[in-house]
């Protein structure tokens, strides 16, 4: 389908790990990216992952990319209350002009 | 890093009028701008993309003579809603990027609430 897909809600304990999963579409997209936003705010880049890597850590933050089933995870370790937000998975359709196509955004709530 | 900038980042006005939305890079050079919007708790729907000194393009189902897209120079685009109405109040963020084959570099605003009433 044309549509970046994710799960809608995760909820975890404090001090836990968060995964957070996408499916994406386009398989020509050279960058896929997660974004977090908290109420009332804009976005934040958290992490971009090129195309040709399959993981990349970045503190407590792990993307993993299954390019064969246009997977993208996000995990986040060691979950905090600071972590409760809105995260997106987006893709860059390089081929429509490089516009990104975001997913519908998991809401990860973290219990203290 | 960079920066963009967008306002005003709320606005309430009354049906009929027309609101006009800035986004600026400050700090860089933006070949291409996109504008979204974001109804509660959903997905950043992308509404067109506008490259500096040519006509926005549309996604399919935006009303290109409702939401008019400037970008006169490299690092200024506006989102003009025009005789809004409440069914146009939304979150409307915009991105600027000076990507050139596909650079991974997009910087969002911090976005604009609009309501309309």
């Known amino acids: 389908g044309e549509d970046v897909e994710q799960s809608l809600f995760l909820s975890v304990r404090e001090g836990d790990s968060s995964v957070i999963n996408c499916t994406y579409t386009d398989s020509s997209s050279t960058y896929l990216y997660w974004y977090k936003q908290e109420p009332g705010a804009g976005l934040q880049l958290l992490t971009y992952?090129?195309?040709?890597?399959d993981m990349k850590q970045d503190q407590r933050l792990t993307v993993l990319l299954n390019k064969k089933d246009k997977h993208l995870s996000l995990r986040i370790a060691d979950t905090q209350t600071g972590d409760s937000a809105i995260y997106f998975c987006?893709?860059?359709?390089?081929?429509?002009?490089?516009?990104?196509?975001f997913g519908q955004g998991t809401e990860l709530s973290v219990k203290p | 890093g960079a920066v963009v900038s967008q306002h005003p980042s709320r606005v309430i006005c009354k049906s009929g009028t027309s609101v006009k939305i800035e986004c600026r890079s400050l700090d860089f050079q933006a070949t291409t701008m996109f504008w979204y919007r974001q109804f509660p708790k959903q997905s950043l729907m992308l509404m067109a993309t506008?490259?500096?000194?040519?006509?926005?393009?549309?996604e399919q189902g935006v009303e290109k003579d409702k939401f008019l897209i400037n970008h006169a120079s490299l690092t200024l685009s506006t989102l003009t809603v025009t005789s809004a109405h409440p069914e146009d109040s939304s979150f409307y963020i915009c991105?600027?990027?000076?990507?050139?084959?596909?650079?991974?570099?997009?910087?969002f605003g911090s976005g604009t609430r609009l309501t309309v009433v």
């Open positions: 991105s600027a990027t000076n990507h050139r084959g596909g650079s991974y570099g997009y910087t």
């Open positions: 506008s490259n500096e000194g040519s006509k926005a393009t549309y």
């Open positions: 987006a893709e860059n359709r390089g081929n429509q002009g490089g516009k990104l196509i």
């Open positions: 992952i090129f195309s040709n890597m």
